[in-house]
């Protein structure tokens, strides 16, 4: 894989034993993500984005939809033809191995696992192209997001403050069992 998320495709299945299509975003799918954060709850948009706003949400889907180079990477996670949930990647300008991710699943697609493998193939796409570290920073009150890393097989390290959680972890692939 030349570029991060380029061409990335794959079935997966869900806890429930559902299945979902993990793909790469496409400059297209600008009105299928408006879509979905539309249909987002206030509360699911300050969790991720830390303010209530229609303008973040338009450079959120502008980001995501731009062209994928090695320095930013975007899955999207399908269920039909809907758009379910998004996990991107930025690479760090001062240290180009770490990255800085996010993610924002549906509100009624949450609790079926689809974070997680979002976390799976996004650290699968970045480390393909050299990303060795994630970062990702939360609210404390995200207990979604919290469970997601907490459940992840990836070693965290964990810093607290009042407004902020940040997790920090290299990417390593584990053998499976």
């Known amino acids: 894989m030349a570029l991060a998320g380029c061409d990335y495709d794959v079935d997966v299945l869900l806890r429930d034993g559902g299945t979902a299509h ?41 980001a995501l939809t731009r062209h994928t180079d090695n320095q930013h990477g975007s899955l999207v996670a399908e269920i039909g033809d809907r758009i379910v949930g998004v996990a991107t990647f930025e690479r760090q300008q001062a ?17 079926r696992g689809i974070g997680t ?9 970045a480390s393909s192209v050299g990303v060795e570290r994630f970062f990702a920073e939360t609210l404390p009150t995200n207990a979604r997001m919290l469970h997601v890393f907490a459940d ?10 009042q407004h902020m959680v940040r997790l920090d972890f ?3 692939v584990y053998p499976l069992k």
């Open 22 to 62: 993990i793909r790469s975003v496409r400059e297209s799918d600008a009105a299928a993500l408006r879509t979905m954060y539309d249909g987002v709850s206030e509360d699911t948009l300050y969790l991720r984005f830390f303010i209530v706003s229609k303008l973040v949400v338009t450079r959120e889907i502008a």
């Open 95 to 111: 240290d180009s191995r770490l990255a800085e991710i996010a993610f924002l699943v549906s509100d009624d697609y949450r609790g």
């Open 117 to 125: 493998l979002l976390l799976e193939h996004l650290a699968a796409v």
């Open 152 to 161: 992840s097989r990836f070693p965290l390290t964990t810093t607290c403050s």
């Open 170 to 172: 290299p990417l390593v």
